[in-house]
């Protein structure tokens, strides 16, 4: 009896450490999977500057990029508000010059419930911040 009892007390100790695995850590397939939708979408914004040389103001703007080939799910990401775009018009071209911007995020499901989101900013890196840091930075980004 008591084999068995420690037997299910490691088999769910287990399962729990998996759970977190794969729905906490931020190397797991989900929050990659964020981060490259994410990055995605603010390289399909840069391209589409290169190509038109225009800022997108809609996500129609970005059919027109290769974006719909790498991601086929990017407008349904966008939405249902899974990808919050920032469209900005006073971008620089140098991805680097816009390092402290706010290009996209993610802004839907567990993990943004839980009070932090994955940004993905100008220079086209991903940070996962607290939902105060993003609040603040879009509305500095607004003035």
Known sequence: MRKTRWMIFAG???????????YFSRESIPHE????????TASGIYEFHRA?????RVPDDLAA??????SPYWRTLIDNGSVAVI????LKPNPNDNASLVMT??????FSKLGRVWVCWGDLRTEYVTEEVLRSKLQSQSR
């Open 33 to 40: 999977t964020i981060r490259l939708h994410l990055r995605l």
């Open 105 to 110: 995020y993610n802004n839907s499901g567990l």
């Open 12 to 22: 769910l100790s287990v399962f729990a450490v998996l759970v977190y695995w794969h």
């Open 65 to 70: 990029t290769s974006l719909p080939q790498t």
């Open 87 to 90: 469209w900005n018009s006073d």
């Open 52 to 56: 038109t040389g225009r800022w997108p």
